[in-house]
């Protein structure tokens, strides 16, 4: 909230009067105007600069704003007022996502102001932003001032709330949601918030109804849509989930999050078509996420698999090439892009072009330790090998996989390298090791 103030009395007076006025009826390139005037007569008049400051908020000219703001302080004279230059420059730059100076900005007020509860509230706010948990300690303790001087406060109680559920304090937190619903029972922030820390506690019914009351008192809210979307997805709710999301996006059309969610609940219940043009316009809401490629091109292999044509089926594969390529490009290090590269190859029956993107995934799955993919990597570039007829590589491949299998306790994929084995050992005439591999696989499927 933005604050003007008016100068002392003085021979500008009426003249700074005349810009307040024309701020309050929103003539803000008016007022802006006045303000530069006065200054223009007296460069020294602190107060008119906070005032021009205001002004180039309103008009989203944050870094005119800032340069204000700073000039009113420094010229001093504002007393507690500077105090309010100081919180308006924390809410600019935290609309610029520069947190430590918006933190340093809302300190700052606090410690000329000591009474100033939005700044505590504000400052308690951003600090839950931040990704440690001494921060959000701190925060606690920042939004419990902020109610010692406004016990009401409902976006304190919210933040206070939101503070309690990132240090894993579920029951803490939904106590502050609770109140901030006794003071005002429609506060939609408070229903949200309460359904995702239910969420994380995996309490998803409990989550949905606490949406499904949000989304009855805000019908347009997106972001009370959206979140009710994710919760009946993760309940398995997929249809009802989708037509969340589809209601979200009637008030937020480009929304990429709501967009890649709903294609994501399409290809769960295999609408692959609606799922690839929903995947389409999520990489158009946001062109950089490799994500949305990924899930793209996993959509045209899936759909692949439900062609009868045999020109359609290379079509949806080569489309599904393409696109992991695009993935790729973006994230070099995609291991699950090179992985599905790789067996999509393998579909086609191109086995020389699979090698390649599938020995990369093995390398970055290696310096990840994901050990369970190490071993399916393993399997599959033995299966590739059987395939070229290098019986040799395959075996040394899936014996590999095997090992780590087996110290996986993976018993599906230990029977699998098993099987492939059998078959690898007698097709290179070694019947010694063939009946080995048979022995160990029927004590494992006993």
Known sequence: MIDYRPAPVDENQSLLDKGIALSHQKAFDQALVVFQKVVAIKPDFAVAH???????TYLDKLDEAI??????????????????????LGNIYFHKADLPKSINAYRTAISINPALAMAYNNLGSVLTEQPDKPSH???IKVLENALKLKADDIDSLNNLGIAYALLDKADKAMTFFNKALKVNPRDTKAYINGAKTLSLKGQNNKAIA?????????????????NLGCDLSKAGKYDQAIAAYLKTLQLQPDD???????????????????AIETYQKAIKANPAHPSGYFNLAHAFEQSAERERSPDAYREQLNNAINIYKKAIEIKPDHSDAYYNLSNTYRKQGKLNEAIKPMETALLIYQKDRNHFKVAHCCFHLGGIYAGMTQRKQAVQMHLRSLKIAKKLKNRGLTAANYSMLIGLYGQLNDT???RQMAKEFLKLVK
């Open 256 to 274: 990429f999050n709501c967009l890649y969610n709903l294609a994501g609940d399409y290809l769960k219940t295999k609408n692959y078509a609606q």
């Open 137 to 139: 300690r701190e925060a």
């Open 67 to 88: 340069a204000s703001y700073h000039k009113a302080i420094q010229i001093g004279g504002m007393d507690e007022d500077a105090a309010l230059a100081w919180y308006n």
């Open 432 to 434: 010694k090791k063939s």
């Open 50 to 56: 906070y005032n021009i400051g205001n002004t180039y």
């Open 210 to 226: 606490l949406l499904n009351k949000a989304v009855k008192i805000a019908p347009n809210d997106p972001i009370a849509h959206y």
